[in-house]
Structures are given as C-alpha cells and as structure tokens.
C-alpha cells in the first residue's frame, strides 16, 4: 500500500498523537512512499491490533528550551510554547495569545527538568534493551536548542544518555 503526503493536507489537530510536524504554510513539495509488504518475524502470525501498535513504536518528542542567562539579561522573551496536549507554536507579543503551528506525541515545556525527560521518554526506550531489542533515541535541531544539554545535561541534572547508561545497571542490581 503506498500514500502520498502532501505539505499542509491532513494536519493533524494539537495533541490529536500525531508525529506529523508539518508548519502549516509550508511551500516546499514533499513525497514519502510507504510499503506494507515487508514483515519482520514479530509481525508475521500478529493480529491486526498487534501490528497496528508495532507501527507506533516512534514517538516524536519535542523540548521547549529556556532562555539562557545572556538571553535573560537582554530582556529577550520566550516565543515558543505549548498547549498543554501536545501543541507547540510562537506566542502573539501583544496578545500573549498562542498560535499553534505543530502538534507532536509529547511535549515538555521550558521548565521540564532532564529526569523527567528520561522517565517519559527514555526509560520505556532503554527497559527493552535489557531483554535485547534495540532501541533509540537521538536529539535533532538547531545551533544552541538545547541538544545537548537534554542529552549529557549536567552534573546536578544528568542528561538522558548517562540516565540510559545507569539504567541497565540499576535493573540488574535489583
């Protein structure tokens, strides 16, 4: 079975689960092919239902960066934020009024610390690795977003790698 995605077609409501993050005045064409036929040894004999959970296996995630101290000093406000259910989009300066733009599976605002992060993203990726299925998780995004600061983080809040890295360990010492 193969569909077309058409920029803009079909957009998926805020907080509606969808990892589709398509701006909505989005110009450029785009094509996405998909094919159906090709099973993996977990889906072969699977019911529906069952194949249809495999699909959702990825979740898109997104974090919403605080204004750094230099940010902070200039007196530069935050202009993207959340919905609440899983919206993202710019803030009206005048009306403080938000518009939203995209709509992700979740959501963590600027004031989200790492270790919640890890506790709704990370750890349901690394408990499957102890029993040997793969898993990633992998940050994404523009000079100064917060990549890295969400995957080492510091030494007061560790990041998700070295949480991903102490997580096996924990569950063997249990």
Known sequence: MASSFKPG??????????????????????????????????????????????????????????????????????????????????????????????????????STANEQVFETVGRSTIEPVISGVSGTIFAYGVTSSGKTHTMMGTAADPGLVPRAIQAPFEHIGQ
């Open 9 to 110: 077609a079909g957009q998926a409501s805020p907080g509606s689960g969808s990892a589709r993050s398509t701006p909505r005045n989005r110009a450029e064409p785009c094509a996405m092919q998909r094919s159906d036929s090709s099973r993996s040894v977990q889906s072969i004999g699977a019911t529906n239902e069952q194949k249809h959970r495999d699909r959702d296996n990825i979740k898109v995630s997104v974090r919403i960066r605080p204004l750094s101290e230099k940010e902070r000093g200039r007196g530069d406000k935050a202009v993207w934020a959340t919905d609440g259910s899983g919206g993202v989009g710019t803030t009206n300066s005048s009306s403080g009024r938000l518009d939203v733009k995209y709509a992700y599976d979740i959501v963590f605002d600027a």
